[in-house]
């Protein structure tokens, strides 16, 4: 398995990827054209910081952090 970007700060588990995958199907399509795209809650804490985001990284058992 070939490094398919950069390696988090010295982790050899979490490789940088330059987009988030689409792991989506028919199925997943379906409900989100049903639902909507989901909206994640932002607490009140959250609007008083300065929230880090981070790009996707995939972990080397196939994981996919974002956030």
Known sequence: MGNKGNVHKGNSYARELKVM???????TRKAEVRLGPFM????????????????????????????
Not at 45 to 50: A, H
């Open 21 to 27: 995958p689409d792991h989506s199907n028919e199925e």
């Open 40 to 67: 994640f809650d932002s607490n009140e804490s959250d609007r008083d910081q300065e929230v880090l985001q981070r790009p996707p990284y995939e972990l080397d058992n196939g994981a996919i952090y974002h956030g």
